[in-house]
């Protein structure tokens, strides 16, 4: 093959290289579904294209995706597989030798986003909420642990500020080109500190009371006030206060992912959201909650600050290896030409520069920052204890200053007696929902709810009721009159036949609900968003799939017997 070919062949490799990975960012369906509270639609078309092979670059954000769409969605036990498999990669291959967060893992020489070090606590932290939701408080502890990893610091510039990207992008440069390592710099020019995640303390705290490890979590407590002193009434209330459950609240949207700098190899997170950093109030009928609780958590404050971003872009903006090859390259163009030099050797040398030039642009071009990021963290999350004294109860949260994110929880009730004395919730305010978030009604019957009207017919049969089949529902059925001579094993058979889900087992970690058009029949969680936008909002009635359902439905509708 001629060189020039050869050259010509590379580049269009590189470039189809870089074509291949551009696709980094969410589906823009799932953005927008996830943005209106539409967490099963969002789901499902996420859940889809899940990178199955651990040596994918995009294994661990799919997941971690995934993790907050579905507690979002009010399923932790959907979330189970995708939080385990989550967690099992991040700390096999998570750590450094001193305890801080690696920003990659190298399998295969495929380079696998891990995310930023704020990120990965996050993700963590999902974890912890996971498991807590599922009453594994043991397995939230260790989860909430893990996130509390030490973080590097730089140390400060010449006015006495904190470090930032470029900075340090710019001295490893500069110890280079004095002969010296500018990695050396990069990857022992720092001093391991302890974190100052509060909302990973907070989550071990709470895990630690739940296990009843009173000191443990008195400490855990006592290091996130430490943190940030205006948290120092909520660590009280947690350390002391009468409570039997937890609220973690996600609000707004968190800071996005932008290039900059030489090359495009720096990264920065620019806050997305309008307002941050204001106060969570609550109320509770049935109980009693706080209010004035400021955010545990600013993700967007997190992502601007270099300890707790990945050091891969700094080492990048260094690499002059592209600006080289189109000198280089310019250089093999413009060459004098030899006194013997034939015509085709003058040509194959210009065709050879203007390949290498194309290559060096190319690299250039490709050796831009790793702008991956998980579009769905929030830009404050916030921790609300409250005490349920009954079922039935309900509990209002709204963010101060921003009556839209108002959002009114149902059919709560105490943890019960035989488990854990503590109960965990997460719910997502949705950036921008529907009137379900602050109506507190529901329009559609569960097996955690009470009767509505039409609640005594099953939703696939064209009631309002969405439980799954079991004997007291049936009775419920019955004593209106309605499925008489039915058993419960007739009404799971119809679900059967329509190739419908009753388990979290069978329905998958991504399966929308039967209501919004899927195919599970598993309810969110009382006392999540979700379970408020399934249940509180009309869907389109259910068309019948097999020929069994279809005749139920004519034989429940055909006119009595005359006897």
Known sequence: MKPVCAILMLAATVLLGACASSADRVDARVSAAAMT????????????????????????????????????DGQPDAAEPTANEAYQLLRTQGLNAD??????????????????????????????????????????????????????DFGENERGEKLTAEELAR????????????????????????TDFALGYMLAGLANR??????????????????NPALGPLAEQLR???????????????????????????????????????????GASGGAALSGLPPVADVAAMGQSLAWNNLEDVRAAKSTLGSLLMVGGVAVATAPQGSNESDEARQNRALIGAGVAILGAIMKATASADTRYCEFLPANTYIVPARIEAPGASVT?????????????????????????????????????????????????????????????????????????????????????????????????????????????EAGPAAAHVLEGGRSMVPPMPGSAGYQRLFGQAHPPYRPISDALKRAIENLNAPAQQP
């Open 240 to 282: 002391t206060g009468d409570f039997n459950t937890v609220f973690v609240v996600d609000y707004g949207v968190g800071p996005r992912k932008t290039a900059y700098g030489p090359d495009n190899a720096l990264v920065r997170f620019e806050p997305a959201w309008r307002s941050s950093g204001l106060a969570m109030t609550s």
């Open 171 to 194: 001295r490893a440069a500069e110890a280079e080109a004095r002969g010296g390592s500018g990695d050396a710099l990069i990857d022992h020019g720092y001093t391991a500190v302890k």
């Open 37 to 72: 509270g539409r967490y099963g639609e969002a789901r499902a078309t996420l859940g889809g294209s899940l990178a199955s092979d651990t040596s994918d670059r995009a294994y661990i954000l799919d997941r971690l995706r995934l993790l907050i769409l579905t507690l979002a």
């Open 210 to 227: 739940a296990l009843g490890r009173a000191d443990e979590a008195s400490d855990n407590f006592r290091e996130a006030a430490a943190v």
């Open 397 to 505: 949260l709204e963010v101060a200053g921003d009556p839209a994110s108002r959002v009114v929880l149902t059919d709560l009730a105490p943890p019960p007696p035989t488990g854990p004395p503590l109960q965990l919730r997460y719910v997502r305010l949705t950036p921008t929902p529907g009137p379900w978030q602050s109506a507190g009604t529901l329009l559609y019957s569960n097996e955690h709810s009470g009767p509505v009207e039409g609640g005594d017919l099953p939703f696939i049969m064209g009631g309002m009721d969405a439980s799954r089949p079991s004997p007291a529902v049936l009775a419920r059925y019955q004593a209106s009159g309605r499925l008489l001579g039915y058993t419960t094993n007739d009404l799971e058979n119809l679900y059967r036949e329509e190739g419908i889900a009753l388990t979290a087992e």
């Open 99 to 152: 305890k801080t967060a690696a920003s990659v893992i190298f399998n295969e020489r495929v380079r696998v986003w891990k995310g930023e070090p704020f990120e990965q606590a996050m993700a963590y932290s999902y974890i912890a909420v996971q498991k807590a939701m599922r009453g594994e408080w043991d397995n939230a502890r260790a989860a909430a642990q893990s996130s509390l990893f030490l973080l590097r």
